[in-house]
RNA sequence: GCGGCGGUAGUUAAGUUGGUUAUAACGCCGGCCUGUCACGCCGGAGGCCGCGGGUUCAAGUCCCGUCCGCCGCGCCA
């Protein structure tokens, strides 16, 4: 083995040579991707990091030149090597002649090895190193480090690197200095659990994993730095999505001095870049302004149900409230109850609890009854209590539903012309406590385009559709508490113009937040902070947050922004989910080297463990529940 | 915390109203083979049917519990 690697060194990489190359002699290492035994001879794609390359082990037909005893114990080898094996090889790089193989890029050449080694005899894989692959999720995890060797896999982690590196050098450029934050955090109340790091020094006292860099990067602007980034570890202690995971890593942004537009400027440079170094796509052909598109978070609920809409579609939504309100439910019960709330005054028009909402499929789409049916059932799965749904006849009136029977004619009428459905068309309806329907109506809307081919079940299916979400309200009503509380955290600024509401309306409160939302996914978020004392104190005050409370949970920030804290706002963006979208899988997972299950497991390692009473004791900490192996 | 789907050979799956020795493909092992590239041909091995309990003459199949994975709801300042 000494020969290979210490005498002969690695010339190339597989998947680099063409017909340019031909006469040259050559070292490879890598892994037998796949072998063809022909007795005679026996052919090899060794693969590596950037491609495949064919080898050729023939001693009745040896290289040129070559020793032919050489030649031949290398083919004695070769019979024996199996897949996954690492072998090291040398030899003469030549013509396939009429044999070129139009599939590979190295397919003009071959290489007729003169000697080779093999470094280790891999068993067998649980499965093909291959991109068409069929094995379930949790077999790839706990052969993670195979996983990771298909093409595919390895493609993506070279996306992921090169955005890093972009970004880097981005926002060096652009005068922002690169700046650490600690891991181990003061625990906070509120907001995503943490998970908790036990103190050994400090007996019965936890650090708690920072779910965001978020108060350092503050203290950062107070500091002077006035430009910071940082490509980051975030840790959050919460279920786990498609979308989410309990560890990922935030590209985090904070700026001093600027404005919501100033921080808009230097992501959607950022953006640019990176869609253009990585992707080879400009992305002024669609914003030739250079800006993305801005909605107002109530406009974004309104017509799509959440505040990350999918753009790359239309099949909005119909909001009904009002008109349900003005025809006293239209003669349909159930939408007659939520008329009289309204009525009596128990809801409120402009913040309302409880609405309608309708979504029109066109004829057109040629929905089955049955494919109505699953959709019942999945609605359901997200708490609603069902799906009522009308199709529209030739005359306007609605057939195939419940509602036809109660829905007076001036009502079916109404919605028709509000949804714009027409004869053949599918109402689907949702009412009763907004967080519900919204969250109904929204995946509803998703799940239909893509079963309807609007968009691809998984990818972007080249089209990246931006938008900034705008204006947000600042507090929102906490279902069960019925309290008012911070829709994103205490520091975010309210805008001038709503500061009025702040003690007699605070529902009205705008403010300066602003969610950068790419294809129907969140990709980052953000917020121009509060940095005058007095209008702090008065959102303290709207929350019901006393002053001894805020100054035992903040008071070091607090204190930070008397002390000459300049105007500040940042952003951070999701780095994990960025990847995914402009890599066009559908997992988060896919583009974590190393993803935990669902529940948080990673099953390759097997963390977490239990660990030994003696472990447990020196951090002072006694196991109550589950049992412990001592 | 809740709902849905799944777990059968190394992998992916099939397995009927409960009924002979649990199938198939790929992979694996052995043999043959000089132009393959998803090589081909012949032969062979391989099973805790996730785990535990129950019903039954008989359980992969029915019932109860439990673990694991995936998707979603809640949660995610």
Same mark, same amino acid.
């Given at each position: 083995?000494?020969?290979?690697?210490?005498?002969?060194?690695?010339? !190339?990489?597989?998947?680099?040579?063409?017909?340019?190359?031909?006469?040259? $002699?050559?070292?490879?290492?890598?892994?037998?991707?796949? =072998?063809?035994? !022909?007795?005679?001879?026996?052919? #090899?794609?060794?693969?590596?990091?950037?491609?495949?390359?064919?080898?050729?082990?023939?001693?009745?037909?040896?290289?040129?030149?070559?020793?032919?005893?050489?030649?031949?114990?290398?083919?004695?080898?070769?019979?024996?090597?199996?897949?996954?094996?690492?072998?090291?090889?040398?030899?003469?790089?030549?013509?396939?002649?009429?044999?070129?193989?139009?599939?590979?890029?190295?397919?003009?050449?071959?290489?007729?090895?003169?000697?080779?080694?093999? @470094?280790?005899?891999?068993?067998?894989?649980? @499965?093909?190193?291959?991109?068409?692959?069929?094995?379930?999720?949790?077999?790839?995890?706990?052969?993670? =480090?195979?996983?990771?060797?298909?093409?595919?896999?390895?493609?993506?982690?070279?996306v992921? !690197?090169q955005i890093?590196q972009v970004t880097?050098r981005y926002f060096d450029e652009n005068?922002?200095?690169?700046?650490?934050?600690?891991?181990?955090?003061?625990?906070?109340?509120?907001?995503?659990?943490?998970?908790?790091?036990?103190?050994?020094?400090?007996?019965?006292?936890? =650090?708690?994993?920072?779910?965001?860099?978020?108060?350092?990067?503050?203290? @950062?602007?107070?500091?002077?730095?006035?430009?910071?980034?940082? #490509?980051?570890?975030?840790?959050?202690?919460?279920?786990?999505?498609?979308?989410?995971?309990?560890?990922?890593?935030?590209i985090?942004v904070?700026?001093?001095?600027?404005?919501q537009d100033d921080i808009f400027n230097a992501m959607e440079g950022l953006i640019f870049r990176i869609w253009k170094e990585v992707l080879g796509i400009d992305l002024k052909e669609h914003y030739p302004s250079g800006h993305f598109p801005h909605m107002?978070?109530?406009?974004?609920?309104?017509?799509?149900?959440?505040?990350?809409?999918d753009l790359r579609? $239309?099949?909005?939504?119909?909001?009904?409230?009002?008109?349900?309100?003005?025809?006293?439910?239209?003669?349909?019960?159930?939408?007659?109850?939520?008329?009289?709330?309204?009525?009596?005054?128990?809801?409120?028009?402009?913040?309302?609890?409880?609405?309608?909402?309708?979504?029109?499929?066109?004829?057109?789409?040629?929905?089955?009854?049955?494919?109505?049916?699953?959709?019942?059932?999945?609605?359901?799965?997200?708490?609603?209590?069902?799906?009522?749904?009308?199709?529209?006849?030739?005359?306007?009136?609605?057939?195939?539903?419940?509602?036809?029977?109660?829905?007076?004619?001036?009502?079916?009428?109404?919605?028709?012309?509000?949804?714009?459905?027409?004869?053949?068309?599918?109402?689907?309806?949702?009412?009763?406590?907004?967080?519900?329907?919204?969250?109904?109506?929204?995946?509803?809307?998703?799940?239909?385009?893509?079963?309807?081919?609007?968009?691809?079940?998984?990818?972007h299916g080249g089209k990246f559709n931006f938008l900034w979400v705008v204006?947000?309200?600042?507090?929102?009503?906490?279902?069960?508490?019925?309290?008012?509380?911070?829709? !994103?955290?205490?520091?975010?600024?309210?805008?001038?113009?709503?500061?009025?509401?702040?003690?007699?309306?605070?529902?009205?409160?705008?403010?300066?937040?602003y969610?950068l939302v790419l294809n129907?996914f969140?990709i980052g978020?953000?917020? #121009?902070?509060?940095?005058?004392?007095?209008?702090?104190?008065?959102?303290?005050?709207?929350?019901?947050?006393?002053?001894?409370?805020?100054?035992?949970?903040?008071?070091?920030?607090?204190?930070?922004?008397?002390?000459?804290?300049?105007?500040?706002?940042?952003i951070?963006i999701?780095?994990?989910?960025l990847t995914?979208l402009l890599s066009g899988?559908?997992?988060?997972?896919?583009? #974590?080297?190393?993803?935990?299950?669902?529940?948080?497991?990673?099953?390759?390692?097997?963390?977490?463990?239990?660990?030994?009473?003696?472990?447990?004791?020196?951090?002072?900490?006694?196991?109550?529940?589950?049992?412990?192996?001592?």
């Amino acid at each position: 083995m000494a020969r290979f690697i210490d005498e002969l060194r690695r010339t !190339h990489r597989c998947g680099e040579l063409r017909g340019t190359d031909i006469g040259k $002699e050559v070292v490879l290492f890598g892994w037998v991707d796949t =072998y063809r035994d !022909h007795g005679g001879c026996v052919f #090899i794609d060794l693969r590596d990091r950037e491609g495949l390359t064919q080898l050729v082990f023939d001693p009745n037909h040896p290289p040129e030149g070559a020793d032919v005893e050489l030649v031949k114990q290398s083919h004695a080898l070769a019979d024996s090597m199996r897949n996954e094996w690492v072998i090291g090889i040398r030899g003469i790089v030549r013509s396939r002649g009429k044999n070129v193989n139009p599939k590979l890029p190295t397919g003009e050449i071959e290489i007729g090895v003169i000697e080779a080694t093999v @470094f280790n005899k891999a068993e067998t894989p649980p @499965f093909p190193i291959t991109d068409d692959l069929t094995t379930k999720e949790e077999v790839r995890l706990q052969y993670r =480090y195979l996983d990771l060797r298909r093409p595919k896999m390895q493609q993506i982690f070279k996306v992921r !690197h090169q955005i890093n590196q972009v970004t880097r050098r981005y926002f060096d450029e652009n005068g922002f200095f690169e700046l650490e934050t600690p891991f181990m955090v003061k625990y906070t109340p509120g907001g995503a659990r943490n998970f908790l790091v036990p103190s050994r020094l400090q007996p019965g006292s936890f =650090y708690a994993l920072a779910e965001s860099p978020q108060l350092y990067k503050q203290l @950062f602007m107070v500091a002077g730095f006035d430009r910071y980034f940082q #490509i980051v570890k975030c840790f959050r202690d919460e279920g786990s999505r498609v979308d989410r995971h309990p560890e990922f890593t935030q590209i985090d942004v904070e700026m001093s001095f600027v404005s919501q537009d100033d921080i808009f400027n230097a992501m959607e440079g950022l953006i640019f870049r990176i869609w253009k170094e990585v992707l080879g796509i400009d992305l002024k052909e669609h914003y030739p302004s250079g800006h993305f598109p801005h909605m107002k978070f109530e406009e974004s609920m309104r017509r799509f149900g959440n505040d990350k809409p999918d753009l790359r579609f $239309e099949m909005e939504h119909t909001d009904l409230t009002e008109l349900v309100i003005e025809q006293k439910g239209g003669g349909v019960p159930f939408f007659g109850e939520i008329a009289a709330k309204f009525e009596s005054g128990k809801l409120r028009r402009d913040l309302p609890g409880e609405i309608v909402k309708a979504m029109r499929i066109p004829a057109s789409a040629e929905f089955s009854r049955a494919e109505a049916d699953k959709l019942e059932a999945y609605v359901k799965s997200m708490g609603a209590k069902g799906l009522a749904r009308a199709k529209v006849a030739e005359d306007g009136s609605w057939t195939q539903s419940p509602l036809s029977k109660s829905a007076s004619k001036e009502f079916v009428a109404a919605v028709n012309a509000a949804t714009g459905a027409k004869t053949g068309d599918l109402l689907l309806f949702q009412f009763g406590r907004e967080a519900l329907v919204q969250t109904v109506m929204a995946n509803l809307r998703v799940y239909l385009a893509k079963k309807l081919g609007l968009i691809p079940e998984i990818g972007h299916g080249g089209k990246f559709n931006f938008l900034w979400v705008v204006d947000p309200p600042l507090f929102e009503l906490d279902d069960e508490t019925g309290k008012w509380a911070a829709a !994103h955290h205490a520091f975010t600024r309210p805008q001038e113009g709503s500061l009025e509401f702040l003690e007699k309306d605070p529902g009205k409160v705008l403010c300066y937040r602003y969610d950068l939302v790419l294809n129907g996914f969140e990709i980052g978020g953000g917020s #121009i902070r509060l940095h005058d004392p007095e209008v702090q104190a008065r959102v303290f005050r709207a929350l019901g947050i006393s002053e001894e409370d805020a100054r035992a949970k903040f008071g070091f920030l607090l204190d930070a922004l008397q002390r000459g804290a300049p105007p500040h706002g940042g952003i951070a963006i999701g780095m994990d989910r960025l990847t995914m979208l402009l890599s066009g899988t559908d997992s988060l997972r896919d583009v #974590i080297p190393w993803p935990k299950s669902q529940k948080g497991t990673d099953l390759l390692t097997d963390a977490p463990t239990p660990v030994t009473n003696d472990q447990l004791a020196e951090v002072h900490i006694r196991i109550v529940a589950p049992e412990n192996p001592g």
